[in-house]
Each structure stands twice: as C-alpha cells, then as structure tokens.
C-alpha cells in the first residue's frame, strides 16, 4: 500500500503562484511515475502532468509554460509549481503515483486551488 499526502492549495489572485506537494509513503519501491490530476466544477477529472521515475515529464497543453513538474526521490515526493495562474485554473488538484503492483494507482486527498481576484 502506498499512502499520499497533499499540501499547498490556497487562494490566491490571477497572475500569482502556488506550489503543491504531495509525500509518498508506504510501499514506495513500487512507483513508477508520480503526477497529478485536477478536477473543476461540474468538470470531469483531467490529467495535468506526470514524471517517471528515469526523470521523463509530461504536461497537459493548456498549463505547458506555466507549471513545472519536479520529484525528490529521496523524499517519495513530487512537486507542481504553479506560475501565472488564471481562473480556469480553479479546481481540486489530486496526487496520483503508478505501481507496479495491486492495485496498480493511488490517489491523494485532493487539494483546493482557487485563483480568483
């Protein structure tokens, strides 16, 4: 089992910055890539961005140039810095990590990120 901790939403105006992390613990050997998902009202859960283990990113179109994926392997923790946020950024951002075993992804508590002025 592997159990994610979340932290680092908030409010904050258009054009401002947030960090999210997100802590790993338990059976950590098992990840293979770690990332996060964002779900906006009435909006279904979109995928946002993901690192893999040999350091490899991935990130949505619509935030490429604004937020940055990053990992510290040696805290099992992964990073989403938030630059220029805007409105449509507003959502409940969620922790994700892939294993290699059962089940096979787990998710975080979720995070409130609301960027309004």
């Known amino acids: 089992q592997v159990q994610l901790v979340e932290s680092g939403g908030g409010l904050v105006q258009p054009g401002g910055s947030l960090r999210l992390s997100c802590a790993a613990s338990?059976?950590?050997?098992?990840?293979?890539?770690m990332g996060w998902y964002r779900q906006a009202p009435g909006s279904e859960r979109e995928w946002v961005s993901v690192i893999r283990n040999d350091g490899r990113t991935h990130i949505t179109n619509s935030v490429n140039g604004r937020f940055t994926i990053s990992r510290d392997n040696a805290k099992n923790t992964v990073y989403l810095q938030m630059n220029n946020l805007k409105p449509e950024d507003t959502a409940v951002y969620y922790c994700?990590?892939?294993?290699?075993?059962?089940?096979?992804?787990?998710w975080g508590q979720g995070t409130q990120v609301t960027v309004s002025s």
């Open positions: 994700n990590v892939q294993t290699y075993g059962q089940p096979d992804q787990y």
């Open positions: 338990g059976n950590t050997i098992d990840i293979y890539a």
